[in-house]
């Protein structure tokens, strides 16, 4: 037997529908809309206030992360010498980048083929990445566009960003966790040195213009890039899930070296401690 409910008790009637899949899309739309127009503002804030950050300030964060990657590292000629080529990129560096700098290559004998730069002013430089450098052209590369990161204030701006939307999410959705952890999952997301493509392609022309500086020419520019984009898919190659496409960003290399009339050269060897390290 059906069971009648007294009128006005029911949740929705002729005169109140419930509402249609088509206002709650909406809605959801303009809330989410509404969302990312906040966390643009902010992140446009985060880019100008960036530059008015001190170095000490990243060096700070550099406590927090570069220790773990000093307990893999061991010292030796191998790092010796890429600290010596580093030196060298490091002269044609502007002085206020610079200036309470230092800038120094950590060697990690392990065959994952990736480079990142985390902050404390350290560039990680993994052997496997090593094992594929047939010129000191490509290596320098390599290491100018670490270096752009660090102009570029890639780290803090990351740490900003996802701070921001993190801190966001807790306000919307009610606090999933404390403040303290929120920052600890900043500071992770600084370690790991996960840039958008367009930081990386920025990075890729900053170490163009040192590896002019350097040499006088641009060879050995895009030869590492084109080999990456060669090697078998079952290879695993943090550097390449982390970058764009070889393909696009050598294109965007040679592109921007004829433009600025950018010349090629003779490669030089790579020094012969750093051969066969593998």
């Known amino acids: 037997m059906p069971i009648e409910l007294p009128p006005g008790t029911a949740s929705y009637s002729d005169r109140t529908p419930p509402p249609q899949k088509r206002q709650l899309l909406l809605l959801l ?3 989410l809309g509404f969302i990312a127009v906040i966390f643009l503002s902010l992140g446009s ?5 960036v530059d008015f950050i001190p170095p000490s300030v990243e060096q700070q964060l550099g ?4 220790p773990s990657f000093e307990r893999m590292s061991r010292p030796s000629p191998a790092q010796d010498t890429l600290n010596q080529l580093l030196d060298r990129l490091e002269v044609h560096l502007p002085e206020d980048q610079r200036t309470g700098r230092d800038y120094q290559v950590l060697y990690i004998p ?51 960003r996802g701070l921001l939307l993190q801190l966001l999410i807790a306000s919307v959705l009610g ?34 213009s040192l ?21 078998p898919g079952t290879v695993e190659i943090p550097f390449l899930g982390t970058h764009p496409v070889s393909s696009d960003r050598v294109n965007r290399l040679k592109q921007e070296a004829k433009m600025l009339g950018m010349k090629e050269g003779v490669r030089s060897p790579l020094p012969a401690v750093l051969k066969g390290k593998g």
Do not use: C, W
């Open 63 to 66: 406590r927090l992360t570069v």
């Open 29 to 31: 739309g303009f809330f």
């Open 110 to 160: 392990d065959n994952t083929v990736n480079a990142i730069a985390i902050p404390g002013d350290r560039v990680i430089l993994y052997q496997g990445l090593l094992n594929q450098m047939e010129s000191e052209n490509e290596l320098m590369m390599v290491m100018g566009h670490e270096l752009g990161h660090f102009a570029n204030r890639d780290h803090l701006r990351q740490l900003g």
């Open 211 to 231: 590896l002019r500086a350097n040499y006088g020419h641009v060879a050995g520019s895009t030869d590492f890039f084109e080999r990456l984009s060669k090697l």
């Open 175 to 208: 606090d999933p966790g404390s403040l303290q952890a929120i920052a600890l999952s900043g500071v992770n997301t600084v370690a790991n040195a996960q840039f958008s493509q367009q930081q990386e392609y920025e990075a890729d022309e900053f170490g163009l």
């Open 45 to 49: 804030l985060v880019n100008l206030l």
